[in-house]
């Protein structure tokens, strides 16, 4: 009769002999020899219930502790809006935060590594002194999709160079209603231009080759995984009204809100987010008709769907009144990982339970895990997890900034250009006696960026983050003969107007983001309104216009000289004086219907009775003065 103690020294000598013979066996899912789906299908076998579930977990990285991750497995952490380390936080605090992170995920039993998300929506626009590209709005101006590829590409470098690996763009809405308050985040009201700037993605996660199109794409330490956003309708709600409802008929939905995402899954875009949104009184985070049977049935879509912030919770009315049905109802929609992000403990523990009661099949855990590996395997976080800090100078490099300014140029509209019996104002002399600029947004950085930039809702000043101001820019283009005074508000009877030759009158809509933007009345603010009066009754005037989106201009307009759109510029302001002072021409065309008065909306081009006071596809255009080819060279 063996001893217990021989038996046990037996026991322990078959292990150490088992240890010796697969420790230095690497796991298929280890091996980047292997394809990824057999990589995915070994890793899920060896998988807990647990570890899924993890995987499906996305959380806010204010309460991703080390303890967190390791202890739920969690999947993934996402910057919310303005959700830095630190304020001014440097290129590199961020990628330390995030390797930070990356180690503790990497220290679980398999070693799956975490990804991390950003709105980095124009440009890497949460982080100090990054480049800040215009939003949208502008892009879908330009019509120019490689330049919003290059844009792409900059932005992918910028986010890496801060350890991160994941945006959350772009955004695909067809905004038609500029009252809805995310109508700068939509490149248009026409369809077809925001199918031809799905080249972001390009630049975002490279091109993929013939063989990998529709699969999740990401090509390298350069670039990031992608996010179409939001799916679907997200830009045809109500009265623009956020996150309500889109009401629409089939050829509506399928011919003007899908087809960019048709178009995202030609690139292999590698993850979709739902829409807060309704389709036809149905929540998009729970619609399981558009989330599996259309996008990843019909479509064929293998990325990954991710929710909206706290978007199963607000499937419920309360949001967060039923979160077990929120979570069960989003989940067997389709919804693949959740961006929790708070009440990660509450999500886990439910969606568990739901299994083990069979309300939720292993099967659909399987396809929302399977989906999930297959863009971390895309993406290369097996093999690279960490992040380069080789990568950390690139943020705000002078020749990124050089491709934003060449963006804002084209961005530009030319709507007015002198009055009836005078000469056309622009472009302006660079030599001449005395300029004004004046308003509330020729010196402010903030107010020139928009909303989500360094704060979710947008900043107001010049000390959040690098870049030039139009007054900035307007002084260095001048000669230096040519006299400019800056008054931002002047007084009624203001003193400056004596001997002035012209004024560049630089008014709009501050920084605002989601609902808070959402607009009923599409006013100038105040004092806005007032500075155009006043100046431009006694000077000749160009009125350069900072807004997310058309706004009441009818009633100034006989005063106004000359009228620019500008949108959301971003950081490089310099691209507007080029502009106005002739170093190029203006070639900007609307993308969006200018109307005369909001009762007239919603109205969009082809509509039957259109009567806009400047139609879509309208601008001005002027010659450069000096002939300068518009090009930026980027090796990305
Ligand atoms: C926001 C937005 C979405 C963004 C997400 C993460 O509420 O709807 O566009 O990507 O939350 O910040």
Known sequence: MMSRKYVSLVVLMFLCFHASITEGQQAIYEDPNQPIERRIKDLLGKMNLE???????????????????????????????????????????????????????????????????????????????????????????????????????????????????????????????????????????????????????????????????????????????????????????????????????????????????????????????????????????ANKQLLTDHLKGKLGFQGFVISDWQGIDRITSPPHSNYTYSIQASVTAGVDMIMVPY????????????????VIPMSRIDDAVTRILRVKFATGLFEYPLGDYSLVNEVGSQTHRELARRAVRKSLVLLKNGKPGNPTLLPLPKITGKILVTGTHANNLGYQCGGWTI???????????????????????????????????????????????????????????ETRGDSTNLTIPDPGPHIIENICKNTKCVVVLISGRPVVIEPYLDKIDALVAAWLPGSEGQGVADVLFGDFGFTGKLARTWFKRVDQLPMNVGDPSYDPLFPFGFGLETQPTSQTTDTVKLEL
């Not at 139009?470 to 005074?485: G, H």
């Not at 007084?491 to 560049?504: C, G, M, Q, R, V």
Request: with cysteine; hydrophobic share 35%; proline share 5%.
């Open 51 to 285: 570890e899924k579930v993890g995987q499906m977990t996305q959380i806010e990285r204010t309460n991703a502790t080390a303890d967190a991750m390791k202890s739920y497995f969690i999947g993934s952490v996402l910057s919310g809006g303005g959700s830095a380390p630190k304020v001014n936080a440097t290129p590199k605090e961020w990628m330390d935060m995030v390797n930070g992170l990356q180690q503790a995920a990497l220290s679980t039993r398999l070693g799956i590594p975490m990804i991390y998300g950003i709105d980095a929506v124009h440009g890497h626009n949460n982080v100090a002194n990054a480049t800040i590209f215009p939003h949208n709005v502008g892009l879908g101006v330009t019509r120019d999709p490689q330049l919003v590829m290059q844009i792409g590409g900059v932005t992918a470098l910028e986010v890496r160079a801060t350890g991160i690996h994941y945006a959350f763009a772009p955004c695909l809405a067809v905004c038609r209603d500029p009252r809805w308050g995310r109508c700068y985040e939509s490149y248009s009201e026409d369809h077809t231009i925001v199918q031809q700037l799905t080249t972001l993605i390009d630049g975002l996660q490279g091109i993929p080759p013939g063989d990998m199109k529709g699969m999740p794409y990401v090509h390298g330490k350069t670039k990031v995984a992608g996010c179409s956003k939001h799916y679907v309708g997200d830009g045809g709600t109500v009265n623009g009204i956020n996150e309500n409802n889109t009401i629409v008929d089939d050829s509506t939905l399928y011919g003007i809100h899908m087809p960019a995402y048709v178009n995202s899954i030609a690139k292999s875009i590698a993850t979709v987010m739902a829409s807060y949104s309704s389709v036809n009184g149905v929540k998009m985070h």
């Open 343 to 358: 009440e990660y403990k509450e999500f886990i523990n439910g969606l568990i339970d739901l299994v083990k009661k069979n």
């Open 455 to 513: 704060e979710w809702q947008g900043v107001s000043g010049n000390n959040w983050t690098a870049g030039t101001t139009i007054l900035e820019a307007v002084k260095k283009t001048v000669d230096k003969k040519t006299k400019v005074v800056y008054k931002m508000n002047p007084s009624k009877d203001y003193p400056e107007k004596t001997n002035l030759d012209f004024a560049i009158v630089v008014v709009g809509e501050v920084p605002y983001a």
